[in-house]
């Protein structure tokens, strides 16, 4: 079939077939019981979307007999073209609906512009490889080592604020670490099983969840102006966040992490009230006048 006959689709049919082709290219496989789920339909409508699907791209999926579930044939090739931003965002939701390509900038509401931009084909790499527990061997370079060899275990993606990385466990170093996805070059998925050592829940401080509580600089002569930004109660904005992110959340929004407040209030308006309750954090050190 052509792109045309693709287009001649109602947008609802189109939806379907970009959540089926959207979960190989990102989980490697998709089953009829995600389209329910998804889309509320029934057992045969899911049948003929999954056969419209294979029309369109036979060589992108095959059904297993043993898993009941279509999977990802290394011939894939994407039937949608689906926007790295956006797919980004669509996987911090949970799903989008797939259909990310015709994103239009508005000529009057305009986000913050972004110099880093990941890779569509290597994130996908990464998440499949996240989605079937397994390793992933690549080239990575890094400011201190250049490019060398790694073996890495992945089990999350996230925006640190300024760039996306990979949460995942290093074999090199035996450890859990963070490695920034556009430095990740020709990633392939290993198919032997990760061990025990290697999975999320080991990662200490993935795991380890902080309670933060964030004040107005007490320096600052309107302190009402940044209790309105933030939406705080009682002068306080009071966070869960993960020790192995609070350093970059932190340092993303500029909070003043000395004990005395000291740090110029032009530039930190938030200050961090409780920094003895997160002292075990380890990427504190980039936190804006942390110190032990």
Not at 244 to 261: F, I, K, S
């Amino acid at each position: 079939m052509t792109n045309t006959a693709l287009d001649a689709l109602t947008h609802a049919q189109r939806e379907r077939l970009a959540f089926i082709d959207f979960n190989l290219q990102y989980f490697g496989q998709v089953a009829r019981a995600d389209l329910i789920q998804r889309f509320k339909t029934g057992l045969a409508a899911c049948t003929r979307d999954l056969a419209s699907y294979k029309e369109f791209a036979p060589q992108n999926l095959v059904l297993s007999h043993i898993t009941k579930n279509y999977h990802r044939l290394d011939s894939f090739k994407p039937l949608f073209e689906h926007n790295d931003e956006s797919i980004l965002s669509a996987l911090c939701r949970g799903f989008g609906d797939g259909l990310s390509s015709n994103i239009q900038p508005s000529s009057y509401c305009q986000d913050a512009t972004r110099l880093i931009h990941p890779n569509s084909e290597i994130i996908a790499t990464i998440m499949r490889a996240i989605s079937s527990k397994k390793a992933i061997e690549c080239l990575y370079t890094s400011l201190t080592s250049g490019t060398t060899s790694k073996e890495l275990v992945p089990h999350s993606i996230v925006n640190n604020g300024t760039r996306w990385h990979v949460r995942a466990f290093d074999r090199t170093k035996q450890q859990f670490r963070d490695f920034v996805t556009t430095r990740i070059e020709c990633p392939k998925i290993l198919q032997s099983l990760i061990k025990p050592e290697e999975s999320a829940d080991k990662d200490t401080q993935w795991q380890t969840i902080y309670d933060i509580i964030l004040a107005p600089h007490p320096r600052l002569k309107y302190p009402r102006a940044i209790e309105l930004d933030y939406a705080m109660e009682n002068g306080q904005l009071k966070l869960e966040i993960r020790a192995a992110l609070l350093g970059y959340l932190l340092r993303q929004w500029n909070v003043d992490c000395t004990d005395e407040a000291c740090l110029d209030s032009n530039e930190y308006q938030l200050w961090l009230q409780n920094k003895q309750s997160v002292c075990d954090a380890e990427n504190l050190s980039i936190a804006p006048g942390y110190k032990e």
